[in-house]
């Protein structure tokens, strides 16, 4: 059987090319992957809402595949309606396939508690009313934003077309001098491949919506190997 | 970007776990994998039917990835209906994505083809009538069934939790000695680690569900790597 | 000439299938293994007392290989008879041979030590009657059993036909809150794939049959190499 | 389970030190090997006859470990009583166990006709009687010795107590230049690591006892791999 | 001393940032590189002529360097003449050096002679007047341009900031099944990580400005190794 | 696009054939080297300080590639005119290009700053003048120089053409019993190879130009690989 | 050039086969062995004091190839008069050549005092005549000799014919208990395989003649590598 | 033992400092060598005929080590005085040690039949009259000498001092263009590293004075690997 160890879920937009191949390349020995789509074609509040009322519907498909755990991979479709929003989607997952359940607002959250970052820098793909309320979302829950750029793309396709050169060089040009840490946005930019890198060149903790939610995903099963992913992974 | 080479969609039972780790772990390098899934726990001919009905909402989720092509990950839920059937799934994918779509039924044939086999000795876990409706399937496109045995398991997910040397046992002790080649049906029932000393051992061609959709998709793709699945990726 | 750093011998039940890869597997440089059978079909308390009339010619055997220690392969067959019986039938070895022996159930109590553990939860393929005397034997050298839970198993070729995936999921079902470690009983249960995994997730100390055996008869040939099997070889 | 693939079973002098490890070195994935051990000490015709009653013991040993078929593993002790005497005994294992069964005296002969050797020069490490005896049996079955050299060891521990570099070199003074080919003699005298290099020098086919029997064993359960052995294993 | 074997001098466009990168990762065992630079900022007809005015000087400053042979790395710059003008370029540099030169419009087209293609499927970056003037170059020269696709950038360094996933789409989708062969133009323009990919892919030979220049100057200074550079290194 | 991490332009004499190779091959991921050159042949004070006529020609050159950075590759080319002209040339590059820039009579000083070395025994390829300038350059740095040989060499091409293990033996013969550490000078003499082998035989830190340089440009743009260069690059 | 880093001339018994190979197979990057024979048949008092009489004129030789360090490769060779002759044949090879150089009886004293070894276990091939020359040799120079077990060989051949197994089990069957270290003494008595293995088994510093001789060797010449040889090598 | 497939001396000049790496880098698995020098410190006629003279005493040293053939490892060494001298050199090592002996100039020439190369191109470090000598001993043994070009070097320790790079780039200058092959002569030269980038530049065989010796010392013992030494090792 594929999966002995662990079978992880995740829930994701449609348009979202990046969170599964991210995840496949660094899954633990002995567990395996399985996903469910949610429409999903531009990265704006209103589309972002309408997704979410798919939720049940996914976490049914993947409850017949004897999932142990469930991701939601979307970091804004979980802050999208501010504070508390995040922790409702993991209770409508938990309570309909009986499994826990994360979610990406909620997973980077507890990804800073665990670096002990409390003022960050952040580079996002979004246009500027998502930037605001990830601001927002994040400032409710404590944090402090020391600077926040995006790249203005709307169209999610369009997020998944970028490199993981692009999400580098974004990073670098952040004015992050006073923060803890520098945070990633999006489960559909991709940032494996450069994180180490980033936390090298840049002295601090580097923490990514795809990252997050992959290492408290694994935390909540009870499986924690040592991935190639950047100091969250040391914690 | 993930997928610069080609995106391939996948729509696959929703209690099926061996598809997508199977293709995953083979995928040729610039390629990436977007699932959708259909609700199904029984491997039945009535379940089976039912499943169709979501062919269409997810075409349009994956359509929305931007992949280059579709699988239909199902064996007997590609023919369940009789000849013919295998056909008009991939139609309704493509009229509706607008991309190329296999569908398992119709690639096991090509690969058949592929490998000029004409008589096959057959393994599957399936139940009885299941087992019927793929002899009457595979005989009325011309070919001949020399042997099969199922390992009457309804619940897909107990098909799942296999292994593959439950495969490998199971295939040795076919009767195959006039046959062409053997072939082992179910997309959810692993064969990719054993095929080729399976291969070696019986010294003949083996076609499984998985390895031939996914050979299919790479030829409608235009990918065309040196995968070690047999002899069918030597064609 | 093979086993010039040690030769080590090995008496073990005749359907057990398991114990001779496993030690194969992880033999140091230098060193060989060489088998002796006494026949048992059953894992019954009536057929491991009867097995044990073939220790003296099974080892009259091994003496023949010159070999430099010999391991008794079989948990059960060493506590049986309850206390003292472990030490009875590596006496009975040791007198023969001339050279030292180590039986599989004196061998879990020096592993027990060696990582101080006081407390286990304990997985094993048997039924209940070997269960509760596993239990006994194990509180009278004076270790709390916090949870033990056995497959109900009494062919021993079904349990040497198991595959390790089935021993890490049983394991990690065990209620072992408040033990300080787990114990995997049997040398025909498979578990030097994932006894690493199973001490990462669990963050415990695992010891198993085949495990604490083999660690035992190198002690006792001062052949002491680093085995990624597990915090014991740390020891 | 181990030995998914194919389980087995060997047969052999108790104070044969060399078979087992080189079995289990160049055992193909999924096989599994497991031993039962018949009384010898030394290699002479007396001894070697009285073994030969223990065969029906370690036959019923082996078949409670589900093997699928079994080898016998000693050259002089199949052919110590003259033509005919080989195929007896893997009658009487096959009749016992309901498996196939090879005896290293008719494995050689199998080896020599595959590899179209009629003429041989040949190394044992055999007192006279011992070697007088193997020429008579290789000649009595159409094959012309061309020269034969024993190393005159009757303790069968000092034979195993050889190094493979002892054989080359013996191997090397054979009078060979009119042989097809060479023959190493005996189970328990290691040939496995020079058998290729004695081939380029030699620039002749060589077989040896244990090379024969493991590549009989393999066609009999259908399991065919490139082992790096000679030429043999070409065929 | 670096380049024991051979030196190679390059002459590129100021703004070239794929040359030297696919040069160097690609050099044979014992050849070194040494560059100098021409001023350029973007590609259009009147700036590459400018640009020639600085041949003389690099190529003086190359010979200090005591290099074997010089590569003038541009393609547009060595045809925005017309026919002749690549010669002439190399006439220049041979003239001024004393040693062997080759012009990238030059290197092409023993590249196209060399595989045998007599009609072209192209990609380019560059603007309307450029493609038009590269494909008339060809066309006097006799070879078809069956399609040619330009990517309209002006800016070399906005060349040069693309990714070789971005070559790889733009020549799948030319309208190629009637041509010989692929040709990629441009020595800004990435392409050594996916010309293999390509051509497996395509099923036809595909030629790139750096490739043709790299395997011309290995010729001309009798250095022949095998580069995984696609069909032309085995010519 | 390379140099996606970060571009380093480099300033080069023209004869110079070592500095190109030495930084190429060790350049880190994700970085890409891009080189203009100024005319050298010999190396004595008169042609030193006539190729700094050409520094801003270069720089404007290495401007239209987007670099970084930028390195000037000479160390008495960057110290021939007495102290404060290292840090002249950086001014005029940093100056011309809007990058920072550094020069390698500066660099060498940070690099003793950094191991905290007063003291230096040196060896150098160069003729009497220039090993006194350099020297006086150095002490009125602050720093002591214990010993000083040189090879006395004046045409750049020959110092190029020496190989590390002439520097190697060179570096052993020089009197550095008190010295803090050894420097080797000149970007066009070969010392990768040898540097770590020279640190661990000697027992002490080695600078050597083109290290130093390397470092000091990776320092200014941010990025801080582990190379196997020696005990600076732990600084 | 070989030898870059440091040349080593070694003279030895010409009977010896071991010294050459063990030393060449371990020797750092940049250094090169060369040779010189004394003529030695029997490892007696007699011969091996004969044999010293060639030192001059090997001497001679080896300066010839520009060495930099000789090694006087015999263990009793340079005791077999007792105190102080080790150290007599060291000055008279340096006062002949103008460089260093050791000799193995003066080396195993350098290497017991760099582990700080005051007691010993030993064991060598020697006769008795030989073995008590060597006891009363090492408790002259002050350390006790706990234990000493010799081969009984005379011919130094026979010597070089035996393997490493031979000398591994030799070395477990002293009588250790008291002693603080192991000495295997002969440089024609194989031991580079398996002092590691010795000494993990043990729990003790093992010196052997070769390795003592070549670490002395490297210390003289100022090259100091990790070699797998043992503790001595992280002194 | 070390040797045990083959045991080769050598006896070569002292100041040769090439052979024995060269030798030793590239020997079969399970072959040693030992050497035997004699005195030779300048490459002229009179200094070769006199080492002659030391020829019996150092085939007496390397009888004692019990060696499988001998190689004589002077190119100029053994071919002085004239036609005939090198079977003369051959034929008394030969008759002293009764094993077979090679010695270099009759290898080569043995090396030109093996290749059919009747014309050759020739590279060497020797002065004017050894030159000349070579010549003519070529000439008179029927094969023709297109270019021959020496480095006029008379000290045998600086012919050892250079590098193959050196040597590449003599062998690229020769006038080859009419010649079947290549030769490089001189057993103190190196050619090991660049004899197959050689072959491949020049697209003809190479042979040089150690590569031939080797080959033909090979084939004389009967141990025939594929070493990466160019096309002779192909014969």
């Known amino acids: 059987m594929y999966g002995w160890r662990s079978r992880l879920g995740l829930i994701l937009p449609s348009s979202n090319t990046t969170n599964e191949p991210e995840f496949y390349n660094h ?74 359940a994360v979610a990406t607002a909620a997973s980077i959250k507890r990804a800073f508690d665990a670096l002990n970052l409390r003022s960050l820098a952040i580079a996002t793909p979004y246009i500027q009313d998502l930037n605001e309320r990830e601001e927002r979302f994040l400032q409710e829950a404590g944090y402090e934003v020391v600077d926040l750029q995006g790249l203005e793309l709307e169209a999610n396709s369009a997020i998944g077309d970028r490199t993981p050169e692009t999400t580098y060089r974004q990073a670098r040009m952040l004015n992050h001098g006073d923060a803890d840490g520098v945070f990633i946005s999006c489960t559909n930019y991709r940032t494996f491949e450069i994180v180490e890198q980033l936390e090298t060149d840049l002295d601090k903790p580097v923490v990514t919506s795809n990252q997050a939610t992959l290492w408290d995903a694994l935390q909540t099963v009870g499986v924690e190997p040592d991935l190639p992913l950047g100091r969250l992974f040391e914690c």
């Open 27 to 100: 899954l633990p020995d002995g567990m395996s992957l399985h996903t469910a789509r949610m429409r999903l074609e531009n990265a704006n509040a209103k589309a972002l809402e309408d997704m979410a009322n798919e939720v049940e519907r996914c976490t049914d498909l993947l409850a017949t595949a004897d999932v142990d755990a469930i991701a939601y991979g979307c970091t804004t479709g979980s802050l999208v309606k501010g504070a508390g929003y995040d922790e409702e989607i993991e209770t409508r997952i938990e309570d309909r396939a009986g499994v826990p």
